[in-house]
Protein backbone atom coordinates (compact mmCIF):
# COMPACT_ATOMS: atom_id res chain seq x y z
CA UNK A 1 0.00 0.00 0.00
CA UNK A 2 1.83 3.24 -0.78
CA UNK A 3 2.16 5.95 2.38
CA UNK A 4 1.53 8.93 0.10
CA UNK A 5 -2.68 8.40 -0.26
CA UNK A 6 -4.09 10.57 -3.06
CA UNK A 7 -6.90 12.85 -1.62
CA UNK A 8 -10.22 11.78 -2.13
CA UNK A 9 -11.81 13.88 -5.41
CA UNK A 10 -14.04 16.37 -3.30
CA UNK A 11 -11.31 17.43 -1.04
CA UNK A 12 -8.97 18.63 -4.48
CA UNK A 13 -11.77 20.00 -5.13
CA UNK A 14 -11.83 22.43 -2.52
CA UNK A 15 -8.27 22.86 -2.53
CA UNK A 16 -7.76 24.10 -5.78
CA UNK A 17 -10.69 26.42 -5.11
CA UNK A 18 -9.41 28.30 -2.12
CA UNK A 19 -6.50 28.91 -4.61
CA UNK A 20 -8.50 30.23 -6.84
CA UNK A 21 -10.17 32.58 -4.61
CA UNK A 22 -6.70 33.60 -2.43
CA UNK A 23 -5.24 34.33 -5.84
CA UNK A 24 -8.44 36.07 -7.25
CA UNK A 25 -8.67 38.22 -4.02
CA UNK A 26 -4.99 39.72 -3.81
CA UNK A 27 -5.40 40.18 -7.09
CA UNK A 28 -8.04 42.12 -6.56
CA UNK A 29 -6.87 43.88 -3.56
CA UNK A 30 -3.56 44.97 -5.55
CA UNK A 31 -5.94 46.27 -8.28
CA UNK A 32 -8.44 48.62 -6.14
CA UNK A 33 -5.32 49.71 -4.29
CA UNK A 34 -3.70 50.90 -7.92
CA UNK A 35 -6.92 51.39 -8.88
CA UNK A 36 -7.34 53.72 -5.73
CA UNK A 37 -4.08 55.58 -6.11
CA UNK A 38 -4.48 56.76 -9.51
CA UNK A 39 -8.08 58.37 -8.20
CA UNK A 40 -6.27 59.88 -5.52
CA UNK A 41 -3.38 61.38 -8.01
CA UNK A 42 -5.95 62.44 -10.09
CA UNK A 43 -6.64 66.01 -9.95
CA UNK A 44 -9.65 65.85 -12.32
CA UNK A 45 -11.62 63.11 -9.54
CA UNK A 46 -10.23 64.81 -5.91
CA UNK A 47 -9.18 68.61 -7.03
CA UNK A 48 -8.74 70.77 -5.23
CA UNK A 49 -10.80 73.47 -6.42
CA UNK A 50 -10.82 76.10 -3.76
CA UNK A 51 -9.42 78.22 -1.67
CA UNK A 52 -9.96 81.33 0.91
CA UNK A 53 -7.34 83.74 2.01
CA UNK A 54 -7.84 84.54 5.61
CA UNK A 55 -5.62 87.68 7.24
CA UNK A 56 -5.59 91.43 8.23
CA UNK A 57 -4.09 92.37 4.87
CA UNK A 58 -2.92 95.86 4.27
CA UNK A 59 -0.65 96.37 1.99
CA UNK A 60 -0.85 92.76 0.33
CA UNK A 61 -3.28 92.16 -2.49
CA UNK A 62 -4.96 89.03 -2.59
CA UNK A 63 -5.14 88.65 -6.13
CA UNK A 64 -1.17 88.46 -5.80
CA UNK A 65 -1.55 85.55 -3.40
CA UNK A 66 -4.15 83.78 -5.68
CA UNK A 67 -1.29 84.08 -8.62
CA UNK A 68 1.24 82.84 -6.25
CA UNK A 69 -1.24 79.75 -5.54
CA UNK A 70 -1.39 79.07 -8.89
CA UNK A 71 1.67 80.09 -10.06
CA UNK A 72 1.99 76.03 -10.66
CA UNK A 73 -0.16 73.10 -11.32
CA UNK A 74 -1.86 72.25 -7.91
CA UNK A 75 -1.94 68.41 -8.25
CA UNK A 76 -5.05 66.27 -6.70
CA UNK A 77 -6.42 67.17 -3.15
CA UNK A 78 -4.21 64.67 -1.55
CA UNK A 79 -0.93 65.44 -3.46
CA UNK A 80 -1.11 69.12 -3.38
CA UNK A 81 2.20 70.11 -1.46
CA UNK A 82 1.47 72.41 1.10
CA UNK A 83 5.20 73.62 1.87
CA UNK A 84 5.65 73.83 -2.10
CA UNK A 85 2.67 76.54 -2.15
CA UNK A 86 3.29 77.81 1.58
CA UNK A 87 6.91 79.04 -0.27
CA UNK A 88 5.40 81.05 -3.11
CA UNK A 89 3.30 82.55 -0.79
CA UNK A 90 5.70 83.75 1.57
CA UNK A 91 8.04 84.69 -1.35
CA UNK A 92 5.94 87.83 -1.71
CA UNK A 93 7.06 90.90 -0.66
CA UNK A 94 4.62 91.72 2.53
CA UNK A 95 3.91 88.15 3.60
CA UNK A 96 5.84 87.45 6.75
CA UNK A 97 4.18 84.10 7.30
CA UNK A 98 1.76 82.03 5.65
CA UNK A 99 0.15 79.00 6.95
CA UNK A 100 -1.70 76.32 5.04
CA UNK A 101 -4.41 73.45 5.90
CA UNK A 102 -6.40 71.22 3.69
CA UNK A 103 -10.34 70.99 4.00
CA UNK A 104 -12.08 68.19 2.71
CA UNK A 105 -12.96 67.52 0.02
CA UNK A 106 -11.83 70.75 -2.34
CA UNK A 107 -11.00 73.13 -0.38
CA UNK A 108 -7.36 74.53 0.59
CA UNK A 109 -7.58 77.24 4.16
CA UNK A 110 -4.41 79.91 3.57
CA UNK A 111 -3.84 82.52 6.59
CA UNK A 112 -1.23 85.34 6.18
CA UNK A 113 0.34 87.34 8.13
CA UNK A 114 1.57 90.23 6.97
CA UNK A 115 5.05 92.51 7.51
CA UNK A 116 4.02 95.71 9.86
CA UNK A 117 6.71 98.19 9.08
CA UNK A 118 7.43 100.31 11.24
CA UNK A 119 10.29 102.66 9.91
CA UNK A 120 11.83 103.07 6.73
CA UNK A 121 15.30 101.70 6.64
CA UNK A 122 18.23 103.19 4.65
CA UNK A 123 15.92 105.10 2.31
CA UNK A 124 15.00 102.23 0.09
CA UNK A 125 13.71 99.23 2.19
CA UNK A 126 11.76 99.00 5.41
CA UNK A 127 11.74 97.78 8.93
CA UNK A 128 9.52 95.70 11.09
CA UNK A 129 8.67 95.45 15.08
CA UNK A 130 11.28 92.24 15.40
CA UNK A 131 14.32 94.42 13.58
CA UNK A 132 13.96 92.56 10.22
CA UNK A 133 14.85 94.47 6.85
CA UNK A 134 12.62 93.85 3.92
CA UNK A 135 12.23 95.40 0.29
CA UNK A 136 8.47 96.30 -0.81
CA UNK A 137 6.61 98.91 -2.41
CA UNK A 138 4.39 100.93 0.55
CA UNK A 139 1.79 102.34 -0.19
CA UNK A 140 1.54 105.21 2.20
CA UNK A 141 -2.56 105.92 1.95
CA UNK A 142 -3.23 102.91 4.41
CA UNK A 143 -0.97 103.90 7.26
CA UNK A 144 -2.07 105.98 10.25
CA UNK A 145 0.95 107.89 10.07
CA UNK A 146 4.28 108.76 8.35
CA UNK A 147 6.79 106.03 9.35
CA UNK A 148 10.29 107.24 10.64
CA UNK A 149 13.15 107.39 8.46
CA UNK A 150 16.19 105.45 10.11
CA UNK A 151 19.84 105.31 8.63
CA UNK A 152 22.48 103.18 9.93
CA UNK A 153 24.99 100.72 9.55
CA UNK A 154 23.72 97.80 7.79
CA UNK A 155 25.30 95.62 10.61
CA UNK A 156 23.93 98.01 13.01
CA UNK A 157 20.05 97.34 12.69
CA UNK A 158 19.04 96.39 16.35
CA UNK A 159 20.87 99.24 17.64
CA UNK A 160 19.65 101.72 15.64
CA UNK A 161 16.31 100.85 15.78
CA UNK A 162 17.09 100.86 20.08
CA UNK A 163 18.09 104.27 19.76
CA UNK A 164 14.65 105.25 17.45
CA UNK A 165 12.46 103.84 20.56
CA UNK A 166 14.32 104.98 23.41
CA UNK A 167 14.21 108.37 22.52
CA UNK A 168 11.16 108.72 21.24
CA UNK A 169 9.68 107.90 24.41
CA UNK A 170 11.20 110.28 26.00
CA UNK A 171 10.06 112.90 23.53
CA UNK A 172 6.52 111.47 23.03
CA UNK A 173 5.93 112.20 26.97
CA UNK A 174 6.22 115.96 25.99
CA UNK A 175 4.53 115.88 22.50
CA UNK A 176 7.13 115.66 20.39
CA UNK A 177 8.10 113.10 17.96
CA UNK A 178 11.10 112.04 15.32
CA UNK A 179 10.79 112.23 11.62
CA UNK A 180 14.06 110.65 11.21
CA UNK A 181 17.45 109.37 13.10
CA UNK A 182 20.89 109.01 12.36
CA UNK A 183 23.47 106.55 14.00
CA UNK A 184 26.88 107.26 12.14
CA UNK A 185 29.61 104.48 11.56
CA UNK A 186 30.84 105.84 15.37
CA UNK A 187 27.53 105.12 16.98
CA UNK A 188 27.03 109.71 17.08
CA UNK A 189 23.05 109.96 17.10
CA UNK A 190 21.45 112.70 15.01
CA UNK A 191 17.87 113.07 15.63
CA UNK A 192 15.41 115.39 13.03
CA UNK A 193 11.61 116.31 14.73
CA UNK A 194 8.77 116.28 12.80
CA UNK A 195 8.68 120.64 13.77
CA UNK A 196 11.78 119.84 11.59
CA UNK A 197 14.28 120.92 13.54
CA UNK A 198 17.71 118.69 14.13
CA UNK A 199 18.62 117.49 17.53
CA UNK A 200 22.60 116.48 17.72
CA UNK A 201 23.48 113.77 20.54
CA UNK A 202 26.66 112.92 20.02
CA UNK A 203 27.69 109.30 21.08
CA UNK A 204 27.10 109.17 24.47
CA UNK A 205 23.97 110.51 27.25
CA UNK A 206 21.39 110.38 24.35
CA UNK A 207 18.66 110.29 26.93
CA UNK A 208 20.01 113.15 29.24
CA UNK A 209 20.82 115.05 26.34
CA UNK A 210 17.27 114.94 24.85
CA UNK A 211 16.08 115.75 28.70
CA UNK A 212 18.21 118.69 28.70
CA UNK A 213 16.63 119.84 25.10
CA UNK A 214 13.20 118.97 26.54
CA UNK A 215 13.97 121.58 29.77
CA UNK A 216 15.89 124.08 27.40
CA UNK A 217 12.89 123.83 24.77
CA UNK A 218 10.57 126.60 26.31
CA UNK A 219 13.45 129.17 26.85
CA UNK A 220 14.61 128.27 23.64
CA UNK A 221 11.20 129.20 21.50
CA UNK A 222 10.61 132.26 23.70
CA UNK A 223 14.25 133.61 22.63
CA UNK A 224 13.93 136.57 20.13
CA UNK A 225 15.24 135.51 17.21
CA UNK A 226 12.17 133.07 17.56
CA UNK A 227 10.27 135.45 15.92
CA UNK A 228 11.85 136.21 13.05
CA UNK A 229 13.86 132.64 12.44
CA UNK A 230 13.02 129.20 12.81
CA UNK A 231 15.39 126.94 14.79
CA UNK A 232 17.27 124.76 12.50
CA UNK A 233 19.41 122.55 14.61
CA UNK A 234 19.99 122.57 18.56
CA UNK A 235 23.89 120.83 19.30
CA UNK A 236 23.66 119.20 22.20
CA UNK A 237 27.10 117.36 22.69
CA UNK A 238 28.06 120.09 25.68
CA UNK A 239 28.16 119.04 28.96
CA UNK A 240 26.98 122.37 29.68
CA UNK A 241 24.14 124.39 27.71
CA UNK A 242 23.55 124.35 23.87
CA UNK A 243 24.36 125.73 20.81
CA UNK A 244 21.33 126.79 18.52
CA UNK A 245 21.18 127.42 14.96
CA UNK A 246 18.43 129.31 13.48
CA UNK A 247 17.16 130.19 9.68
CA UNK A 248 15.08 133.00 8.75
CA UNK A 249 11.45 131.87 8.08
CA UNK A 250 11.47 133.64 4.77
CA UNK A 251 14.55 131.17 3.90
CA UNK A 252 12.00 128.24 4.46
CA UNK A 253 9.03 129.29 3.11
CA UNK A 254 10.84 130.24 0.01
Known sequence: MSQHAKLP???QWNFWLGVVICVVTIGGFVFGTWYLMDVLED???VPLAR???QGQLQQTDVAAIREAILAQPLGSFFTADVDQIRARIE??????QASLRKVWPDRLSVHVTEQ???AHWNGDRL???EGDVFSAELDTRKLPQALPQLFGPEREVEQTLTAYRDLQGLLSLNGLSISALRLTDRFSVNVV???GIELKLGREATAERIKRFIDLLPKIKSHPNNEKQR???????YDTGVAVSWQPKEAEES
Do not use: G
Request: aromatic residues 6%.
Open 91 to 96: ALPWVK
Open 43 to 45: EQQ
Open 9 to 11: PLT
Open 193 to 195: LTS
Open 116 to 118: TPI
Open 231 to 237: IEAVDLR
Open 127 to 129: LNA
Open 51 to 53: FNV
